[in-house]
T-cell receptor, first 118, second 114 residues
Framework: EAGVTQFPSHSVIEKGQTVTLRCDPI?????LYWYRRVMGKEIKFLLH????????ESGMPNNRFLAERTGGTYSTLKVQPAELEDSGVYFC????????????????FGEGSWLTVV | KNQVEQSPQSLIILEGKNCTLQ??????????LRWYKQDTGRGPVSLTI?????NTKSNGRYTATLDADTKQSSLHITASQLSDSASYIC?????????????FGAGTQVVVTP
């Protein structure tokens, strides 16, 4: 079974340009999350989709970031226009909908998309 | 201030030896605590998940403990192997309707030497 896949794995863009990151979750996983790690910091939550709906987008840093999950399958995260401080690793993760809330489900992470803004 | 603090920041151990990593959290309310292993350049991989009512959980040579009263957790690695070299991250889930809204620690970088 394929894991969470992310594309591109690495991207270098100039300040002011646009970048779109794509995430394909594990097939059948309703929950899809975006996280990011900027230099020297811990991984931080950005947002959570349940199918195509945004369940929680409280971690999105500003309106230059737009996430979509049309059809409830893959998701994209667009940064427009990119700023230097957006450099970091963007992780996508997914988990199945079933299971106990308190026990949680295993959340599977992709390998990350490394973004460098110059 | 991060609500999930890990110590030590890094450590070096000899192959075959044991080590214990610490995690203190202030996240509240709390639903579950996870330990992840992250190899360099890779995504985090889940090792254990514990609810507030569980005290210990094992996954092979990895054993996690949890004291919900003192808000402390530890990850014990037994008989370390070279492949254990990685960052180990303590992660706490909030009790909300979005259990994937995880609070991450900064990680402990473990280096296992021959």
């Amino acid at each position: 079974e394929a894991g969470v896949t992310q594309f591109p794995s690495h991207s270098v863009i100039e300040k002011g340009q646009t970048v779109t990151l794509r995430c394909d979750p594990i097939s059948g996983h309703d929950n899809l999350y975006w996280y990011r790690r900027v230099m020297g910091k811990e991984i931080k939550f950005l947002l959570h989709f349940v199918k195509e709906s945004k369940q929680d987008e409280s971690g999105m840093p500003n309106n230059r970031f737009l996430a979509e999950r049309t059809g409830g399958t893959y998701s994209t995260l667009k940064v427009q226009p990119a700023e230097l401080e957006d450099s970091g690793v963007y992780f996508c993760a997914s988990s199945p909908r079933t299971g106990s809330f308190l026990s949680g489900n295993t959340i599977y992470f992709g390998e990350g998309s490394w973004l460098t803004v110059v | 201030k991060n609500q999930v603090e890990q110590s030590p920041q890094s450590l070096i151990i000899l192959e075959g030896k044991n080590c214990t990593l610490q995690c203190n959290y202030t996240v509240s309310p709390f639903s579950n605590l996870r330990w992840y292993k992250q190899d360099t350049g890779r995504g985090p991989v889940s090792l254990t998940i514990m609810t507030f009512s569980e005290n210990t959980k094992s996954n092979g040579r990895y054993t996690a403990t949890l004291d919900a009263d003192t808000k402390q957790s530890s990850l014990h690695i037994t008989a370390s192997q070279l492949s254990d070299s990685a960052s180990y991250i303590c992660v706490v889930s909030l009790t909300t309707d979005s259990w994937g809204k995880l609070q991450f620690g900064a990680g402990t970088q473990v280096v296992v030497t021959p």
